[in-house]
């Protein structure tokens, strides 16, 4: 069982930085790939970037990739989300989920991943 509580999200200028971190609880945690996604008003959940278990593989979607960063540390428990240039469509709740099998290398896919945490709001201002 993985428990996952998102942390670091707020109010930003366009342009501007914001480190996501999502603490995870559980002996197994270093065994899962993670992944962050995000849900705006009115909108799908959709898929921003996934890190696989070991943190050597991370995959990234078009709207985000060049400056979003994910990373993680299996000694603390954590997956980060660094997010650079941020900009007003970037506004949503983000959420971190944890794959529901061991070793796999990560998912584009919500359905792939069986632990999630509860979100964190993030909003630009233009």
């Known amino acids: 069982q993985v428990r996952l509580v998102e942390s670091g999200g707020g109010l930003v200028q366009a342009g501007g930085s914001l480190r996501l971190s999502c603490a995870a609880t559980?002996?197994?945690?270093?065994?899962?790939?993670m992944g962050w996604f995000r849900q705006a008003p009115g909108k799908e959940r959709e898929f921003v970037a996934t890190?696989?278990?070991?943190?050597?593989?991370?995959f990234y979607s078009d709207f985000v990739k060049g400056r979003f960063t994910i990373s993680r540390n299996n000694v603390k428990n954590t997956v980060y989300l660094q997010m650079n240039s941020l900009k007003p469509e970037d506004t949503a709740v983000y959420y971190c989920?944890?794959?529901?099998?061991?070793?796999?290398?990560?998912?584009?896919?919500?359905?792939?991943?069986?632990?999630w945490g509860q979100g964190t709001q993030v909003t630009v201002s233009s």
């Open positions: 559980g002996r197994t945690f270093s065994k899962y790939a």
């Open positions: 989920a944890a794959d529901g099998l061991w070793y796999n290398p990560g998912s584009t896919q919500s359905k792939e991943y069986e632990y």
């Open positions: 890190i696989n278990w070991i943190g050597d593989n991370t």
